[in-house]
């Protein structure tokens, strides 16, 4: 069956400070991938997409995550935090027979950002 | 106006009564999804659409029902509302897989 393990459920970081997010993933065959944001009170918003092509994807916020086959991992990282980024992570894959028709979801990562 | 937009965006209500949450989207798109988010447990499907004619249960869609009334309309009901639904419900739409989700902001719902 597919899943999504995120190992760290919170994380505490001081604002400049470098930032990775671990992601695992089981599924049978190539996985689309993506990491969401969740602001307090928000929805959830994407912050970048992996599903073929170059395994080091960019997305929005200065957010980056690699794509690692041999690991089954899909870490997301960020040079320089900053305290706006203090928020909830998700990490989901697409999965099931027919397609990539619906996203599983990882429990989440809260990020703290330190002043 | 947001793409996704749920209501009502807060709710309580008592064991055993029946109560909708409503979903509206204006990208045009043929996807659409309820989520229950519970801390600690990240996401979890209830239902799904592909189109005003298909509807399919997701993992946890003991106790709840939907209704796809239009493409840009996907309403989810509890028939008798107990405490451990108590969370924080979203619905989402997508154009495919692979493009990702449109989250709408969630409605949290109490049950007492």
């Known amino acids: 069956a597919q899943s999504v393990t995120q190992p760290d459920i919170h994380i505490t970081v001081s604002e400049g400070a470098s930032l990775e997010l671990r992601c695992n993933y089981s599924y049978g065959a190539t996985p689309y991938l993506f990491w969401y944001v969740q602001s307090p009170g928000q929805g959830l918003q994407l912050l970048l997409k992996y599903f073929s092509g170059d395994t080091l994807v960019q997305g929005i916020k200065g957010f980056e995550a690699e794509f690692k086959r041999s690991q089954s991992s899909f870490n997301l990282r960020k040079p320089s935090v900053h305290w706006s980024d203090a928020a909830e992570y998700f990490c989901a894959v697409g999965g099931a027979s027919g397609g990539y028709n619906k996203l599983i979801f990882g429990a989440g990562t809260r990020l703290a950002v330190h002043p | ?112």
């Open chain 2, 1 to 112: 106006d947001a793409d996704v937009t749920q209501t009502p965006r807060n709710r309580i209500t008592k064991t055993g009564k029946r109560i909708m949450l409503e979903c509206s989207q204006t990208k045009g798109h043929d996807r659409m999804y309820w989520y229950r988010q519970d801390p600690g447990l990240g996401l979890r499907l209830i239902y799904y659409s592909f189109d005003v004619k298909d509807i399919n249960k997701g993992e946890i869609s003991d106790g709840y029902s939907v209704s796809r009334q239009a493409q840009a309309k996907f309403s989810l009901s509890l028939e008798s509302a107990i405490p451990n639904q108590t969370a924080l419900y979203f619905c989402a739409t997508s154009r495919s897989g692979a493009a990702g989700y449109t989250f709408g902001s969630g409605t949290r719902l109490t049950v007492v």
